[in-house]
T-cell receptor, first 108, second 116 residues
C-alpha cells in the first residue's frame, strides 16, 4: 500500500463542512483511495472510496486530484456524531493498512 | 441486512487460558479478515480467510494464534495460553469477494479482550 499522510487532528464547527486532506504522493495506478472512520473504539466504518473520479454518497464526497497524489474527504454538514478518527488508505489488495488517521472533533 | 456480528463483545481471561472470538460475516460475504488494535495504536491485519481456507496469515503471530472459517458457522480466532500482551480489540471484517482489485471490507463491532 502507498503511504498516506494526514493531519493529526482538526476541529470543525457543527453544521459546517469538514474538509479532510490526505496526501498519497506514491500511489500507484491501480491503488484505490479508501476512507474509513472509527468512532470511539467502535469498529471502523466504511465511508467512501475512489480510483480517479470524484465520488459522492450519502455520507461524504471524495475529491481526488488529477495526478492522484492527494485527496480530500468532505463531510458536507458536520454533526457532533461525526467526531471520530478518520483514516485515509491507499491500497489494491485485501490488507488494509491503518495509520494514525486524523482525529476530527466537531464542536457545537 | 444485518452487519458483521462479533461475539463476545468483551472477554476477560486469566493468563494461560484460551480465548475464542467469533465472527459472522455479512450475508452473502464469503471473505473474512481479522485485525488487531492494541491500545493507542492503529488496526493491524492478522489473517484473511475464505470458507474452509486460510489465504493469508502473515500478520498473525506464529505461536498460540489460529483462525478458521468452517463451511458452516462463524469464523473463529483462537488464542491459546493468553498473555497480558494479547489484551487488545480484535475486529473482524467481511467482503463479498477479494482479488487483485479491491473490494470494500465491512467491519464488526469488535471483541475487547482483557487478560488479567
Amino acid at each position: 500500500d502507498a503511504k498516506t499522510t494526514q493531519p493529526t487532528s482538526m476541529d470543525c464547527a457543527e453544521g459546517r463542512a469538514a474538509n479532510l486532506p490526505c496526501n498519497h504522493s506514491t500511489i500507484s495506478g491501480n491503488e484505490y483511495v479508501y476512507w474509513y472512520r472509527q468512532i470511539h473504539s467502535q469498529g471502523p466504518q466504511y465511508i467512501i472510496h475512489g480510483l480517479k473520479n470524484n465520488e459522492t454518497n450519502e455520507m461524504a464526497s471524495l475529491i481526488i486530484t488529477e495526478d492522484r497524489k492527494s485527496s480530500t474527504l468532505i463531510l458536507p454538514h458536520a454533526t457532533l456524531r461525526d467526531t471520530a478518527v478518520y483514516y485515509c488508505i491507499a491500497h489494491n489488495d485485501y490488507k488494509l493498512s491503518f495509520g494514525a488517521g486524523t482525529t476530527v472533533t466537531v464542536r457545537a | 441486512n444485518a452487519g458483521v456480528m462479533q461475539n463476545p463483545r468483551h472477554l476477560v481471561r486469566r493468563r494461560g487460558q484460551e480465548a475464542r472470538l467469533r465472527c459472522s460475516p455479512m450475508k452473502g460475504h464469503s471473505h473474512v479478515y481479522w485485525y488487531r488494535q492494541l491500545p493507542e495504536e492503529g488496526l493491524k491485519f492478522m489473517v484473511y480467510l475464505q470458507k474452509e481456507n486460510i489465504i493469508d496469515e502473515s500478520g498473525m503471530p506464529k505461536e498460540r494464534f489460529s483462525a478458521e472459517f468452517p463451511k458452516e458457522g462463524p469464523s473463529i480466532l483462537r488464542i491459546q495460553q493468553v498473555v497480558r500482551g494479547d489484551s487488545a480489540a480484535y475486529f473482524c471484517a467481511s467482503s463479498p469477494r477479494a482479488g487483485p482489485s479491491t473490494d470494500t471490507q465491512y467491519f464488526g463491532p469488535g471483541t475487547r479482550l482483557t487478560v488479567l
